[in-house]
Nanobody, 125 residues
Framework: QVQLVQSGGGLVQAGGSVRLSCAASGQTSSMYAMGWFRQAPGKERGVVGYIRWPGGSTAYSDSVKGRFTISRDNALNTVYLQMNDLSPDDTAVYYC??????????????????WGQGTQVTVSS
């Protein structure tokens, strides 16, 4: 079992920045990657990106590429999502997730086994 606890988020103005954190505990050695997803009201949960664990290679959805950065601190078992140049379209509940299986599509929510509690990010215009 892996437990994920998120922190960060809140209200930010358009053009601003926010950093989210996701601390993992439990059987973290089983993690293959950690991802970030988001879900806006009335929309399906969609991928933001993911980072291989512990390798560190990353992949991002086209909608956030160049604005968002995923990083990790292996010693703290923590993954970060740095979000810059935010727009109201980025308003959503953001979730971190852990994937324990290789050879799965990291852009699909179904590939992830454990989820954080979610945190609201609201971008005002």
């Amino acid at each position: 079992q892996v437990q994920l606890v998120q922190s960060g988020g809140g209200l930010v103005q358009a053009g601003g920045s926010v950093r989210l954190s996701c601390a993992a505990s439990g059987q973290t050695s089983s993690m293959y990657a950690m991802g970030w997803f988001r879900q806006a009201p009335g929309k399906e949960r969609g991928v933001v990106g993911y980072i291989r664990w512990p390798g560190g290679s990353t992949a991002y959805s086209d909608s956030v590429k160049g604005r968002f950065t995923i990083s990790r601190d292996n010693a703290l078992n923590t993954v970060y999502l740095q979000m810059n140049d935010l727009s109201p379209d980025d308003t959503a509940v953001y979730y971190c997730a852990a994937r324990t299986r290789a050879f799965t599509d990291g852009f699909l929510a179904s590939a992830y086994d454990y989820w954080g509690q979610g945190t609201q990010v609201t971008v005002s215009s």
